[in-house]
T-cell receptor, first 113, second 116 residues
Framework: AQTVTQSQPEMSVQEAETVTLSCTYDTSESDYYLFWYKQPPSRQMILVIRQEAYKQQNATENRFSVNFQKAAKSFSLKISDSQLGDAAMYFCAFGGGADGLTFGKGTHLIIQP | GAGVSQSPSNKVTEKGKDVELRCDPISGHTALYWYRQSLGQGLEFLIYFQGNSAPDKSGLPSDRFSAERTGGSVSTLTIQRTQQEDSAVYLC??????????????FGPGTRLTVT
């Protein structure tokens, strides 16, 4: 079984600044995928970014990028030029095999205007 | 196109009553997942369907929980004899294939269940 740990229950950042959300995981699998999802107050889970474990290159989606360290089992999310609309719960998730995703407990991101 | 829809959006029920939660996945998606999100927690995987079959039901919290999927489309999650600890948001997701790996899951807005 795999576990996902998000050690920051809450983070705060000034608008236009950069913030990094941490995620570590534990697994015995060698082939897997990692995801960051965003959940605003509307409850809708929105995929932010995806990383394939076999790829060494870190995934990037506009202002969102990850720092994937496979040996350290670390998968952090960097948000550049933070915007008010980025305020939400952010969940790190592990995907491997046909079962559902394993989620961390989330980080509440606050954007200070 | 239309996303994943769930109904009802909110449900308040008395302890001991049965409830049915419905999920309508994205058209053509063969895989369907149910998760439970308790207050302040991450998502807990409950069950997934590939087509109409559910290969693994071990994630269901108790035998009061059951789920079915008919016609490879709509799914219903049923909770019998509800308890207060069942209060949570129940989220449904669908995916083009049965894999948590290479294919991302598209989530519905969830059903907030409150057991009084």
């Amino acid at each position: 079984a795999q576990t996902v740990t998000q050690s920051q229950p809450e983070m705060s950042v000034q608008e236009a600044e950069t913030v990094t959300l941490s995620c570590t995981y534990d697994t015995s699998e060698s082939d897997y995928y990692l995801f960051w999802y965003k959940q605003p107050p509307s409850r809708q889970m929105i995929l932010v970014i995806r990383q394939e474990a076999y790829k060494q290159q870190n995934a990037t989606e506009n202002r969102f990028s990850v720092n994937f360290q496979k040996a350290a089992k670390s998968f952090s999310l960097k948000i550049s030029d933070s915007q008010l609309g980025d305020a939400a719960m952010y969940f790190c998730a592990f995907g491997g095999g046909a079962d559902g995703l394993t989620f961390g407990k989330g980080t509440h991101l606050i954007i200070q205007p | 196109g239309a996303g994943v829809s769930q109904s009802p959006s909110n449900k308040v029920t008395e302890k001991g009553k049965d409830v049915e939660l419905r999920c309508d996945p994205i058209s053509g998606h063969t895989a369907l997942y149910w998760y439970r999100q308790s207050l302040g927690q991450g998502l807990e995987f409950l069950i997934y369907f590939q087509g109409n079959s559910a290969p693994d039901k071990s994630g269901l919290p108790s035998d009061r929980f059951s789920a079915e999927r008919t016609g490879g489309s709509v799914s219903t999650l049923t909770i019998q004899r509800t308890q207060q600890e069942d209060s949570a948001v129940y989220l449904c997701a669908s995916s083009p294939r049965a894999s948590g790996s290479s294919y991302e899951q598209y989530f519905g807005p969830g059903t907030r269940l409150t057991v009084t």
